[in-house]
């Protein structure tokens, strides 16, 4: 990586040439960084879509919809001509990111099959092991060969590996949490803290209440869970409610206050925000 002021990235140009052109979508832009402190980006306006990957750390997204806090696993995709800036959201963790811009008439509807779209610009906890190989084989692929775009090889090969990208990014939109609760068996504690999670998420539970439930030491119960699940449990735990939030919002035979409070918040302002940093939108503008 080379330093830069505000943080230590590896940036690769591609210049797609008239046969990558032929076809429905071509990568003009990729890499990946290590924030420094001080990152920040914009607002500013880019004439292609970006896919932004959070590696690690929070980042705060900033666009003419909003803000949302994006944290790992989570994605977000920025499009032509719109205004947006983004920073390092706590300069205590370390901040990483992968991003791939890219161009094609295939572009739009590809982004929209995601959910993707101008309103709706952040995907949560939708980055599976599998698609973190993906991103990372696609990296090394670009990195080996830097000189080679022209070549026909190396534009077939890349194009497979883009939408191979988003062929796993596409996959009945499991989440880290889909993935890895369905191999919980054989830590029935885990398996039962999930469904007494599921079943009492509103309620107002703690997590200590959780590990106690589960039967073990809450630091080990939090260590574990992570691991296995992909999140921490309170990022689980308010997971759930904004899934259920949402559930309830699309119902429409009931105010926005009243959802507030039947997921277990004190006030319409708190859960707003909360719903808010979630998807990236307000309860009020949910499509």
């Known amino acids: 990586m080379q330093e830069f002021p505000h943080e ?7 210049n797609p040439n008239d046969f ?13 960084n290590v924030a420094k402190s001080n990152y920040q980006v914009g607002p500013k306006r880019i004439e292609c ?4 990957f959070v590696v690690e750390g929070q980042l705060l ?50 982004l929209h099959s995601l959910g ?7 995907l949560r906890a939708r980055c599976s092991r ?31 590996q883009l939408y ?10 499991k989440t880290i949490s889909d993935e890895k609760t369905s191999n919980v068996d054989d830590l029935p504690w885990l398996k039962r803290s999930l469904d007494f999670m599921q079943l009492h998420a509103l309620e107002g539970i703690s997590i200590k209440e959780v590990a106690e439930e589960a039967g073990v030491h809450r630091s080990y ?41 039947s997921v277990g918040y004190p006030s319409l302002y708190s859960f707003s925000r909360a719903f808010r940093n979630y998807y990236g939108y307000s309860p009020e503008n949910m499509p």
């Open 20 to 32: 990558i052109k032929m076809s429905g979508l071509w990568c003009i832009r990729v890499g990946h």
């Open 116 to 122: 993707l779209t101008q309103t709706t610009p952040v």
């Open 164 to 173: 191979g990208i988003f062929a796993v990014l596409m996959k009945g939109g």
């Open 221 to 261: 119960f939090s260590d574990i869970f992570k691991k296995r699940i992909g999140v921490s449990p309170n990022r689980y735990l308010y997971r759930l409610k904004m899934e259920k939030a949402a559930a309830s919002i699309s119902l429409k035979d009931r105010t926005i206050t009243e959802v507030a409070y």
């Open 49 to 52: 879509y970006s896919l932004h």
């Open 130 to 160: 599998e698609v973190w190989t993906k991103l990372y084989a696609f990296l090394q692929f670009i990195s080996d060969q830097p000189d080679e775009a022209e070549d026909i090889g190396f534009s077939t090969e890349l194009q497979e």
């Open 8 to 14: 230590y990235a590896q940036h690769h140009y591609l």
């Open 61 to 110: 997204l900033q666009s003419e919809n909003g803000e949302a806090i994006l944290q790992p696993n989570d994605l977000c995709c920025f499009f032509p001509d719109e205004s947006y800036s983004y920073r390092i959201y706590d300069q205590k963790e370390t901040l990483k990111l992968i991003w791939i811009a890219f161009q094609g008439p295939q572009a739009l509807t590809l």
